[in-house]
Each structure stands twice: as structure tokens, then as C-alpha cells.
């Protein structure tokens, strides 16, 4: 029976996954491999909080491949090495995978595959987690896009109609004499347990992330526009690790809420479909941007924001903000969510990054890199972008004076309050008025509630008003001489 390697990254899963089903197509014995090596993915290797996803994930993969006769072979890089030596060890002359998008990835795998190809072994590249891939877009002037409602429409227009793939039912057993490492021996886990958070939040591998799309199809989607901005509630998806690791392709996503909200046809459905779709279509954006501008993921877009005067004196403000200790209560609340669980809410990721890159001037790039090191959804082609947006360097970016007020937000997004005092137990006892601004509570009434605004919970680290005139000022004057 002919041997082929169906080489899992990020596509852990096995619906849907058009690489698995091309390889079981053939009707050859499919042997599955992970392999880790993280130093082809510099300088972007994975971080701490997307290892610990990805160890559940991989366990969860390979109780499904065993369930279906088979299992997950779980190797060490460099990737061309490893993918030789098992070729021979099991006779093997191709190997499917799913494509990546990322810059170094991206070069790992055409030089790879031009090297295996001399040894007579093919790689075939499949698409497992776009719905459009990027070259295949460009404006009428032949270019890239650069504004995402024309890319958007574009997207519509070239709307597929391809339908997700189906399972394996059955695989053959992995022949024996093919060696495994064990998933502990990929180190993926913290060392000192700063994971229980994470634990409490999340479950990893594709039967979760099917049940978390089917309880958001029947309990939020009709809600999704008006709910996805209020970090109070559970009015987002929470699919973006499922769609980072591939637990999940945007097709299945896609289809499986067009299919709840035809069923059941209510025009509430139908516009939370919408409306969800469009954020995908945000992250097809992203990538987009990535694989036509790979730069941007250390660099600004928008050339006149290169070599901008960042702030290098702002140690104790970066410290502030990564622990939540800034003094104003949306931006520490956002930031102990994402330290506890490894997730931030949209709304509150644009108030925190507004708040260090304008009112901090603190370098984007240094919060896309705490951001990378904590989100359990930590994706470079939406993190940069993202970044890059709030900051207004970037792809359709917000215009650069667009500075969010952390006191307004969370007046207008958190009126109740609920999700301060979930993130922030020590103001819990403030009522409204002051919760949103604590330094303004009256002494009489930190007194009577035993609480001291600057001891149990810091007093603001900066002025917001002369932060955002100083912003504005340098902002201005770099577009003024770029236009010059
Ligand atoms: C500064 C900053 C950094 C970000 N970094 C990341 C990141 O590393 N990884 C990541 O997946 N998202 C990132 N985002 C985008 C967005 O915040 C998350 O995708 C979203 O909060 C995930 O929650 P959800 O799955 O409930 O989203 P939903 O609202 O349910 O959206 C469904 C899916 O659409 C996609 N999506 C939604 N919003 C965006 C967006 N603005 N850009 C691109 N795709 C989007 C995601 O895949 C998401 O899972 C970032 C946003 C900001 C402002």
C-alpha cells in the first residue's frame, strides 16, 4: 500500500481540512506529523500562552486520529530534516499540507519543498484556512488591496461556493516502526503554573471549537451587533484561538451560521450572520496585508510613520500597563483579563492599545510583542494589522488623531460597571460615578467603603488631557513633513 505524509501546523483538525482529505482521496495509508521547531518560525516563534493552547491541542488532535484507527507523529525540527528522514523511514514520496501564510514560514516552505523535490519527494500545498487566498485579489490597478471595504466587496464577488471537506472515517494504523515523541517532550507547558486562568476559560481541539460556533449560533448570534462591543457580556464568538490553530477553518464557520440563520430565518439571525462574517472577512484583510506587505510585521504601512520619535524613557508606563496597574480602570481591567486568561475583549484591545502607543507613545511594536506573549489567540497577520490600526500606520488604519478616551469607553461601553468589577475586585465596591474615574471619589467616601485611591489602587500614571495634546502634536508634525 503507497505511503503518503499529511503534515499538520496550523490546521489541527480534521473536518474540513483539505490537505487530510486530498491525501485519504488517493486511498493511500496517510501517516499524520506534527513537528515542532520554533526557530523557523524567528522572529516570530510562538509564545507562552500559544504553547499552552497548542500542547492541548496537539493531545486533542491525536485522540481524534486515534479514535479513527490512526495517531499523530510528534517530531522535532528543522522540518526539511525530519520530513526526509521519515519519508524514508515509511517509503513515502509526498507530503500534503496546508499552506502558511507567515514571512519566515512562508520561505521555510519553498525552500523546503524545492529541496525535497530534488530527492524526488513532492509537497503539495493545499488552502485550509482562507476563504480567498491573498495573490488571488488585486485592485483594478493591479495592486494589492490597502482599504478593506473595496477588499471586501472584491471578496463577495469571487464568492467560491466550495464546501467544507469531510472527515476521514477511517485510518490505517501508523506502522510500527515509525517513533513518536511524546508530547510532554515538546516542552510546550509553562514551568512555574501561571496557566490556571487559562484553564478555567478555555478547552483546545476541534470538537470544542465546533461546540463553542454551535452554543454562539444559538445563544448570541441574533445579538451580535449590539453586544460585540460590551465587554460585559458574551456577545463575541471567542473563536479566534479556534481559527488560529486551525481547530476550525472560516468556511465551516462561515457556513454553519448561514445555515443556522436560514433555518431558522429571523432578520436578527441573518444580521448577526452578517455582521460575523464581516469580521472574518477583517481577518482575510489581515492576511491579505501580510502576505503582500510581510514588513508589517515590524514595520509601519505607511512609510511616514518609519523611525517615528517613540518615547525611550516610559519604562515604568509599559511596566503599568502590562500589569494593570495604569490607574485608569478600563485599560487595567483589559489588561488583567488577557493576563489571566489569555484573551481580551475587541472594544477593550483598542482602548489599551490606544493608551500605550498615544497616550504612553509608547512603540506599537512593543505592545504587539506583550500581545503575542499572552493572547492565547496570538496571530501575526491580525495582531499586526491591528496594532497598526489603532496607531494609524497601518492598512485602513484609524486616522492617527483618533485617540481613545479610556473614560468615555468605558462610560459608553461598560455603563454598569460589571466588567471593572469582575477585573478590578478592590474598586468592586465603588458605585458608578466613580468607578470609571476612582481618583475623583471623595475622601469621605473612600473612608466609608475602606477603600484609598493611590494605596489599593494606584492613582492615574499620567495626565490624559496633556498625554493626547503632546500625541497630537508629534503625530501632526511627522505628517506635515512627510507631506512636505
Ligand atoms: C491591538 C489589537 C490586537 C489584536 N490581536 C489579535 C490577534 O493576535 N489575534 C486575533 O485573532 N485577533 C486579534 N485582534 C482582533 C480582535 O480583537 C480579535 O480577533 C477578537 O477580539 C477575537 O474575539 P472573537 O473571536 O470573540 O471575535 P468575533 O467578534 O466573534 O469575530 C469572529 C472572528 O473574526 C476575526 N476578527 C474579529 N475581529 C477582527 C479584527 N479586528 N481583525 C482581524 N480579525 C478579526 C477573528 O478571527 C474572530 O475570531 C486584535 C485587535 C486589536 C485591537
Keep these: 500500500m ?12 480534521l473536518a474540513d481540512n483539505p490537505a487530510l482529505h486530498a ?8 501517516v499524520p506529523v506534527y513537528i515542532h521547531a520554533p526557530e523557523e518560525a524567528a522572529p516570530w516563534p510562538a509564545g507562552a500562552a500559544s504553547r499552552w493552547w497548542l500542547h492541548h491541542s496537539l493531545a486533542s488532535l491525536n485522540a481524534s486520529l486515534q479514535t479513527l484507527g490512526g495517531g499523530l507523529i510528534l517530531r522535532r525540527g528543522p522540518s526539511v530534516d525530519t520530513l526526509r528522514e521519515l519519508a524514508a523511514a515509511c517509503g513515502a514520496r509526498q507530503i500534503y499540507c ?12 519553498q525552500a523546503l519543498q524545492s529541496a525535497l523535490a530534488d530527492e524526488g519527494i513532492e ?45 476521514p472515517e477511517t485510518l490505517a494504523p501508523l506502522p510500527p516502526a515509525l517513533v513518536s515523541l511524546s508530547l510532554a517532550e515538546l516542552d510546550l507547558l509553562p514551568s512555574i503554573a501561571w ?15 465546533q461546540a463553542r460556533l454551535r452554543a454562539f449560533a444559538e445563544t448570541t448570534l441574533a445579538h451580535y451587533p449590539e453586544w460585540r462591543d460590551l465587554p460585559d457580556k458574551t456577545g463575541s464568538s471567542r473563536l479566534s484561538p479556534h481559527l488560529h490553530f486551525g481547530e476550525l477553518s472560516p468556511r465551516q464557520a462561515a457556513l454553519t451560521l448561514q445555515q443556522h440563520a436560514q433555518a431558522e430565518p429571523a432578520p436578527n439571525l441573518i444580521r448577526g450572520t452578517e455582521a460575523l462574517v464581516r469580521e472574518l472577512g477583517w481577518r482575510e484583510f489581515a492576511y491579505h496585508v501580510l502576505y503582500h506587505y510581510p514588513h508589517t510585521t515590524d514595520e509601519p504601512l505607511d512609510a511616514r510613520f518609519a523611525k517615528f520619535p517613540w518615547r525611550e524613557d516610559a519604562d515604568s508606563w509599559r511596566r503599568a500597563w502590562r500589569r494593570g496597574r495604569t490607574g485608569y480602570p478600563i485599560v487595567d481591567a483589559g489588561m488583567r483579563e488577557l493576563w489571566h486568561t489569555g484573551w481580551m475583549h475587541n ?3 483598542m482602548i489599551v492599545a490606544s493608551f500605550l502607543t498615544k497616550n504612553c507613545r509608547i512603540a506599537w511594536q512593543q505592545g504587539a510583542r506583550w500581545f503575542w506573549d499572552t493572547l492565547v489567540d496570538a496571530d501575526l497577520a491580525n495582531n499586526s494589522l491591528n496594532w497598526q490600526w489603532v496607531t494609524g500606520c497601518g492598512a485602513d488604519a484609524a486616522p492617527y488623531f483618533r485617540i481613545f478616551n479610556p473614560v468615555t469607553q468605558s462610560r459608553k461601553f461598560d455603563p454598569q460597571g460589571g466588567y471593572l468589577r469582575r477585573w478590578l475586585p478592590e474598586l468592586a465596591p465603588l458605585p458608578a460615578p466613580w468607578l470609571h474615574e476612582p481618583w475623583t471619589t471623595p475622601p469621605a467616601v473612600q473612608r466609608a467603603l475602606g477603600l484609598e485611591i493611590g494605596v489599593d489602587y494606584p492613582l492615574p500614571i499620567l495626565d490624559l488631557k496633556q498625554t493626547r495634546e503632546q500625541a497630537l502634536a508629534v503625530f501632526r508634525s511627522r505628517v506635515r513633513r512627510a507631506g512636505s
Design 2 to 13: 503507497e505511503t503518503v505524509i499529511v503534515w499538520f501546523r496550523n490546521d489541527l483538525r
Design 23 to 30: 491525501a485519504v482521496a488517493g486511498g493511500a495509508r496517510v
Design 98 to 109: 496546508n499552506r502558511c501564510y507567515e514571512p519566515a514560514l512562508r520561505s521555510r516552505d
Design 123 to 167: 509537497c503539495l500545498f493545499s488552502n485550509g484556512s482562507l476563504l480567498h487566498e491573498p495573490w488571488k485579489l488585486k485592485t483594478k490597478s493591479g495592486n494589492p488591496y490597502r482599504v478593506f471595504t473595496p477588499f471586501w466587496r472584491a471578496c463577495q464577488q469571487q464568492r467560491t461556493g466550495a464546501m467544507p471537506v469531510p472527515a
Design 195 to 209: 496557566d490556571p486562568g487559562l484553564h478555567e476559560t478555555w478547552r483546545a481541539g476541534e470538537a470544542a471549537a
Design 347 to 349: 472594544r477593550v484591545r
